[in-house]
């Protein structure tokens, strides 16, 4: 029987209690069985829902057409079953507040987070610390119960006090300072003895508790004690828990514990006995650069539309698109006084809002022709900057030479930042070429994940002699940097490439081609012509 099952069991046994689950991996056995053992309906929030319909507000047309207010009462005020979290991982922070704040004034729902991130990303926290089991649905396998007396039994089932002292002392000990998961771990021991038709929790569901919900947030593990000579006890005196058999709290917390410690992914273990936590929670990772289309910016002109999600409500185009229906409204409705206003009129206000641009410099300082390469670099980001302040844009500078490429002026329109950070630039050594363009695209990566525009500006012959791994090889270094070329190109990322050589056909051109960058031969450069090729570049791109 997998645990992630029998989990699904008692949350169907007591939702009340246990709230819902994060659960992780294919979801759809897991639901069914949800639905099936608990009879309640399943309610989807998309992580882009937007908060007028997650609480509700008043509904403007049906408000115009009766002459009453008429309110809109929400998702969180109707769910009444299961709430599921598609892609909970992008649920933003307000949203999951929003939530949580429903769980703790009594709402109705259930919430199961569909927790479908990679690597750190997670489901928000503030839900996760709310409800019940955190769960790893692979392997699951549906179970077949009769719950029908599981129900009848549970009112009435009873939980002894070294149950709950143990329970608690082993929260305590696992670093859970929240009274939450003690709560939680007492309830789901208590549906666990129903389920098995017992009207009294043992040690057997303690143990279970222990391992669904406290192990999976444990934050520390206690360190063994040091083994010391136990003091002579009197001869008349009786052994713990000798005069009824039943351990003590603490004598049934170390037990809870050695549950705990079977049921820890492999490797865990050793970082919790240090005090380490387990990675941060990364909430709503994926609303990192929403649109502000209805909000802010410069005015656009207006549209149809509904007012939701801030969206602002043009008055006069409002009016002037009603204003034709009038007679016709007039004669269906005559009670109605006043300018008669529908859904289908109104208009919303739309905005412009200009998204700044970076170029990203990745400058070759590796050979004897690099302290003039690394000048015209100074120069030009110097003569951008003045523009760039302007227009709210901003530089980055990436130097690559000997076996790496290094970030020596993270994205800026700070002209005497950067005045500072290149006063100093190392030159002379080999051509990492694609360490560069690999440094290049994560930089753009993230220039991308903030709303902005990325413009990648590599200034080079394109003669790479360091291959990937750092070995001097020139012909693996060509491959590799052809390869990190086409990946730029499938990231659709813009670039210019700006040849530094005396021929227009050697590698820096193939290596425009085969990366999609507009290509540029300056083997004379100097920082105007720079700065000039790459404003025009930005420009456009903006």
Not at 31 to 48: M, W
Not at 217 to 237: F, I, K
Not at 445 to 469: C, E, M, Y
Request: proline share 7%; glycine share 8%; aromatic share 2%.
């Amino acid at each position: 029987m997998s645990e992630a099952a029998l989990a699904c069991a008692l949350l169907a046994l007591d939702p009340e209690g246990l709230k819902g689950a994060v659960i992780k991996g294919p979801a759809d056995g897991f639901l069914n069985q949800l639905r099936d053992l608990s009879q309640r309906k399943t309610h989807r929030i998309p992580p882009h829902i937007g908060i007028d319909r997650l609480t509700g507000s008043i509904d403007v047309a049906a408000t115009l057409k009766s002459g009453a207010p008429v309110h809109d009462r929400g998702l969180l005020a109707e769910a009444d079953g299961l709430l599921l979290l598609t892609s909970a991982e992008r649920l933003s922070t307000d949203k999951a507040a929003l939530i949580a704040a429903a769980m703790d004034h009594g709402a109705a729902f259930t919430v199961i987070a569909h927790d479908e991130g990679i690597d750190d990303e997670r489901a928000p926290l503030i839900l996760a610390e709310r409800i019940a089991f955190l769960l790893d649905l692979s392997g699951f396998e549906p179970l077949d119960i009769d719950f029908a007396a599981a129900r009848n039994l549970l009112p009435g089932v009873h939980i002894p006090d070294a149950i709950t002292e143990g329970l608690c002392h082993t929260a305590l000990a696992l670093g859970l300072s929240s009274i939450r998961p003690a709560v939680m771990a007492l309830r789901a021991a208590r549906a666990a003895a129903a389920l098995d038709g017992r009207s009294e929790v043992d040690e057997d569901d303690a143990r279970l508790a222990a391992r669904l919900i406290l192990a999976p947030r444990a934050v520390t593990y206690p360190a063994p004690p040091e083994e010391q000579p136990d003091p002579p006890a009197p001869e008349d005196a009786p052994e713990p828990g000798e005069e009824d058999g039943a351990p003590t709290p603490q004598e049934l917390a170390d037990r809870l514990l050695e549950a705990v410690k079977t049921s820890l992914p492999p490797g865990l273990l050793a970082a919790l006995e240090k005090n380490l936590r387990q990675p941060g929670s990364k909430a709503g990772a994926g609303a990192v650069s929403q649109k502000a289309g209805l909000r802010r910016g410069r005015p656009a002109g207006t549209r149809q539309g509904e007012l939701r999600n801030g969206a602002r409500l043009a008055l006069i185009d409002t009016l002037r698109a009603a204003a034709p229906w009038q007679p016709l409204r007039r004669h269906s409705n005559p009670a109605r006084k006043g300018v008669q206003v529908e859904k289908a009129d109104f208009r919303i206000r739309r905005f412009k809002e200009k998204r700044e641009t970076t170029a990203i410099f990745a400058v070759d300082a590796s050979g004897s022709a690099a302290i003039s390469r690394m000048a015209e670099a100074k120069g030009a980001i110097e003569l951008l900057l003045a523009d760039c302040y302007v227009r709210r844009d901003r530089t980055a500078l990436i130097a690559f030479r000997g076996k790496q490429a290094d970030l020596l002026l993270p994205p800026t329109r700070s002209l005497q930042r950067a005045k500072k950070s290149l006063s100093d630039l190392p030159g002379g050594g080999g051509t990492p070429l694609a360490a560069a363009i690999e440094q290049s695209m994560l930089v753009a990566d993230q220039v991308r994940r903030s709303g902005g525009i990325p413009l990648i500006v590599f200034l080079t012959d394109g003669k790479a002699n360091i291959a990937r791994d750092g070995t001097a090889d020139r012909a693996v270094a060509l491959r590799d940097a052809e390869a990190a070329a086409k990946a730029l190109r499938l990231a659709g990322l813009r670039t210019l490439m700006i040849d530094l050589s005396e021929a227009r056909t050697g590698p820096a051109r193939k290596l425009a081609e085969a990366m999609g960058a507009d290509y540029l031969p300056l083997p004379h450069a100097d920082a105007s012509r720079i700065s000039a090729s790459v404003n025009a570049v930005m420009k456009a791109g903006a």
